[in-house]
């Protein structure tokens, strides 16, 4: 992609049908170490759940990693 004179680019059709950006949909922009994210408006790290993606290595069942944490 190019940026144009007023710092417009397209996304791809395949990409704005992926992540539900339709006309209307507002984005942010994000400055990160490795370059710029894009994401719609209020799906980002304000999310708490977000920042706990992947904590939980292992696979059991609700009821038994409850009982696992709680050291029964």
Do not use: C, W
Not at 59 to 64: E, G, H
């Amino acid at each position: 992609m190019r940026v144009t004179e007023k710092g417009q680019v397209t996304i791809p059709v395949s990409l704005r049908k992926r992540y539900g950006l339709h006309p209307n949909v507002q984005v942010e922009f994000l400055a990160e170490a490795e370059g710029i994210r894009i994401q719609k408006r209020g799906t980002g790290s304000s999310n708490p759940f977000r920042a706990l993606r992947g904590v939980v290595k292992k696979r059991l069942a609700v009821d038994l990693y409850i009982e696992e944490i709680r050291g029964r």
